[in-house]
């Protein structure tokens, strides 16, 4: 074989070019499918971060609702942990406003000084439980006359013609109090049927 010859030097030149351009095909699709793994467990990796990522969001959310649902419970039951005792001592507040609105106004100037201090000591003690009360959350149902008639908090005894609307509280027979948004005990009213038929 002649190693000067021009044409056997191009044959030696494009079977190495073939060879070299086989090597490079062979070395790319090596990587490439070297490197189709690799980007399917990046995509496998990322999804499961999402998923990981949603699940803590969706437990730090559960968490939240947890806390503000045990904070609620703790503050009723901070707030209607005193119902019982305070549904008991109405009683007390009654009788103590009934002292009080026995004494008819006319007879304060004839009493004597002994007399006017008790009163003054009742009517001291009366407020100072109401204030008392009122402090844990337990305050009067407003059950003034022409008050708006609300069955949850009001229980009609009777209904009267009276001044009023219709509908209205005429006339508090008892006091009714509730503590939080809860009704401790509903006030006695009677209702008003509005002003008498004149005759």
Not at 58 to 63: G, H, I, S, V, Y
Request: net charge negative.
């Amino acid at each position: 074989m002649n190693d000067n010859n021009p044409s056997s030097a191009n044959e030696d030149e494009a079977v190495l070019t073939a060879e070299n351009e086989g090597m490079d095909e062979a070395v790319g699709h090596a990587q490439s499918s070297r490197i189709n793994p690799l980007a399917e467990i990046v995509s496998g990796l990322e999804k499961e971060r999402d998923q990981l990522k949603d699940n803590v969001l969706r437990a730090l959310a559960e968490t939240d609702n947890v806390r503000k649902r045990a904070n609620r419970q703790i503050e009723e039951a901070r707030l209607y942990a005193v119902e019982k005792f305070a549904r008991d001592l109405l009683n007390v507040a009654d009788n103590l406003s009934r002292a009080v609105e026995a004494v008819p106004p006319e007879s304060r100037g004839i009493m004597t000084d002994a007399v006017k201090t008790a009163l003054e000591g009742v009517e001291l003690t009366q407020k100072e439980l109401v204030t008392v009360l009122s402090r844990h959350g337990v305050t009067a149902i407003d059950s003034s006359p022409g008050a708006a008639f609300d069955p949850n908090m009001h229980q009609a005894v009777t209904q009267v013609p009276s001044e009023h609307p219709a509908g209205s509280v005429a006339e508090l027979y008892q006091s009714g109090w509730r503590i939080g948004d809860r009704t401790l005990r509903a006030a006695l009213v009677a209702v008003s049927g509005g002003p008498a038929a004149k005759q």
